[in-house]
């Protein structure tokens, strides 16, 4: 709070290095909720906006919950972002490390390279290399924006190291005659710095100066010089008055905070004019020569792989609860991965466990865990199971979309790219009456989305001459309304095994999250779980979500947080028969309440409550509605 209450009043100046939890324990929008708690507001006045950065003309702001306008979309946003003047706007997101998005016409796009954030005017971004930060400046490739250009070795993105010293850079914009001016951090102090084929620090107080910007030949920045954040010109000398705090400045406009929230505001351009860009006598930085050479130790990736964190894992669903702790942990490189978990099962009295390493593209998983139904037609599968998996990814990208967001179960954990797997299995009862069996099978398993289109697909060959294949497509368009359109379908051949090579329709709505295999089940909601089963099965949906609140709220300390609450009304359809019939069509449909969730520290998941009814089965089924849908979080 006194953090907050010296610099700025509620701006939180470090999020520009988005390390709020490891400094103070608590995120960015916690101690936002903690400011506006201990101070009074004017009224009548709204909650407030959290923006992460912003655009000036159009207006288009970004945060954790999305971009307005355009795609709702859960992401880990960077502070900054550049529109073109096509209104194309590029923004840096996190998932597992930086990328560049490209919002455009609907669509998102993530760019096929990596660890590179912080987009700005002149095709300009920030990378690193090791300890060191670079500007990257990319390659005009005659359509603008940060693309990876391929023609030639001239055409390559041109890299340029932070000054000696510098452990952060952070907003670069680059003018029409090539400067490039960032906020670069030396030895926790924020400040300007220009590049003109050499560097200059252009300022050097204690206190935090930060969103440079270019106005013509000149530049502004904000900066906490006079205890408040205002917008400085070069020269340092102040040009806006806010009462609360000025930050980003863009084209003549910056956010003001003002007792009811942000404004979008004008700064003087002609008062910025007067102040023209003059180095200080020492600004020219010449790299100091090192007269002996660096003690340096081979890098080693095992001392990250330490678990970073446990978490609570949960799932809760009408027919089973399960809990347990879940960690996983990666190097810097992100070539290696850890995970592991452990739940209980309530419904089958089982400790289920899970352990992976991969390294750069090959991995390893164990997997032990239940699989226990009975079908309709009294199909029966009751094991206790022990997997392994030896895999290789000769094509990943792993990506979320808001689609992955509001199915609440699909636990492949390929989300993009192609898998070849080698995989044993052993089970016996899950009474653990009986000898254990085995068998054994080779697995291509690919996965895709091109804008709104996705689709994946499965094939396995198991050993005694069975194989089995699985195929999906989906389609996901709109924004404030989204629709989903999916069809699934599976076939087996050779001798059907059930639990095994064979495929089931029921209204439970997915598995797999624990055991990250591609699910064998296709739900149909509006019946009971795992219905039917059979050698040839397929199913399709359409669902319609409806906005209703933007929740975004957590609860003190609990680790929860909801994001948005939507109406989603559905019909599902599928089949599950040796020879496919009319009379074999099964079709429910039914509402549910939705919303994407962050529970225990940043597991992303899912909560629904609804409730279907059948509405055509065949004549040897008598299913009664209505059939209750609850799940918090991914099933085993």
Do not use: C
Request: hydrophobic share 40%; aromatic share 12%.
């Amino acid at each position: 709070m006194e953090f907050l209450q010296l610099h700025g009043r509620g701006i939180v100046p470090f999020e520009i290095d988005l390390k709020a939890i490891k400094v103070f324990g608590k995120t960015g929008a916690a101690l936002w909720s903690d400011f506006q708690k201990a101070n009074t507001r004017e009224t009548p006045a709204g909650e407030g906006l959290l923006i992460t950065g912003y655009w000036g003309e159009p207006f288009v702001y970004w945060n954790r919950a999305g971009v307005y306008p355009g795609k709702i979309q859960v992401r880990q946003r960077g502070r900054y972002g550049y529109a073109e003047p096509d209104g194309t706007l590029w923004v840096s997101q996190y998932d597992e490390m930086a990328r560049l998005y490209k919002y455009s016409k609907g669509t998102v796009i993530s760019m096929d390279f990596k660890r590179v954030w912080d987009p700005g005017p002149g095709r300009v971004a920030v990378t690193r290399m090791g300890h060191r930060p670079y500007l990257i400046i990319f390659a005009d490739d005659a359509r603008g924006g940060f693309r990876r250009a391929r023609s030639s070795d001239s055409d390559r993105a041109l890299l340029i190291a932070a000054p000696a010293g510098v452990i952060q850079l952070s907003g670069p914009v680059r003018n029409g005659q090539g400067r490039i001016a960032v906020a670069a951090n030396t030895a926790g102090n924020w400040d300007i710095w220009v590049y003109d084929d050499q560097w200059h620090r252009l300022t050097k107080t204690p206190s935090i100066e930060m969103d440079p910007w270019w106005e013509g030949d000149t530049l502004v920045y904000a900066s906490n010089l006079s205890g408040k954040f205002q917008i400085h010109a070069a020269n340092q000398i102040p040009i806006t008055r806010s009462a609360y705090g000025a930050i980003l400045p863009r084209h003549g406009k910056y956010l003001n905070l003002t007792a009811r929230g942000w404004k979008l505001q004008n700064y003087k351009l002609e008062r910025v004019a007067f102040a023209e860009l003059e180095y200080p006598m020492d600004a020219r930085v010449v790299e100091p020569v090192e007269h002996r050479p660096m003690e340096t130790k081979p890098y080693t990736p095992f001392k990250s792989l330490w678990p970073n964190y446990i978490r609570p894992d949960l799932f809760a669903a009408v027919t089973d609860l399960q809990i347990g702790l879940a960690t996983k942990s990666r190097d810097v490189s992100g070539d290696y991965i850890f995970d592991a978990g452990i739940r209980y099962s309530f419904d089958t009295n089982f400790l289920a466990l899970r352990g992976a390493l991969q390294i750069r593209r090959i991995g390893a998983r164990y997997t032990r865990y239940p699989l226990s139904y009975t079908t309709a037609l009294n199909q029966t599968v009751d094991e206790a199971r022990n997997e392994v998996k030896l895999f290789w990814r000769p094509i990943e990208a792993k990506t979320f979309s808001t689609g992955d967001l509001l199915r609440a179960a699909e636990g492949f954990e390929l989300r993009q790219g192609l898998e070849l797997s080698v995989n044993w299995r052993t089970w016996r009862p899950l009474d653990g009456e009986g000898s254990y069996r085995d068998e054994s099978w080779a697995a291509l398993s690919f996965a895709t989305r091109q804008g709104i289109l996705g689709g994946w697909g499965n094939l396995e060959i198991f050993t005694e001459n069975r194989q089995s294949l699985s195929l999906g497509v989906n389609l996901f368009f709109g924004d404030q309304i989204i629709s989903v359109m999916d069809l699934m379908a599976g076939r087996a051949w050779g001798q059907p095994t059930l639990g095994h090579t064979t495929f089931r329709i029921g209204g439970n709505i997915g598995e797999g999250y624990f055991t990250r295999n591609p699910s064998r089940l296709f739900p149909v909601r509006g019946f009971d779980s795992n219905l039917l089963e059979s050698s040839k099965a397929a199913a399709g949906r359409i669902e319609v979500f409806w906005p209703l609140a933007n929740l975004q709220y957590g609860y003190t300390t609990v680790p929860l947080f909801l994001h948005r609450l939507r109406l989603g009304t559905f019909v599902d359809s599928g089949i599950a028969s040796e020879k496919f019939r009319a009379d074999d069509l099964l079709v429910g449909a039914g509402f549910e309440l939705v919303t994407s969730l962050e529970i225990a520290w940043g597991n992303l998941s899912a909560f629904r409550l609804g409730v279907a009814w059948p509405l055509v089965q065949p004549d040897f089924l008598d299913e009664k509605g209505p059939k209750f849908v609850f799940q918090l979080g991914k099933p085993l």
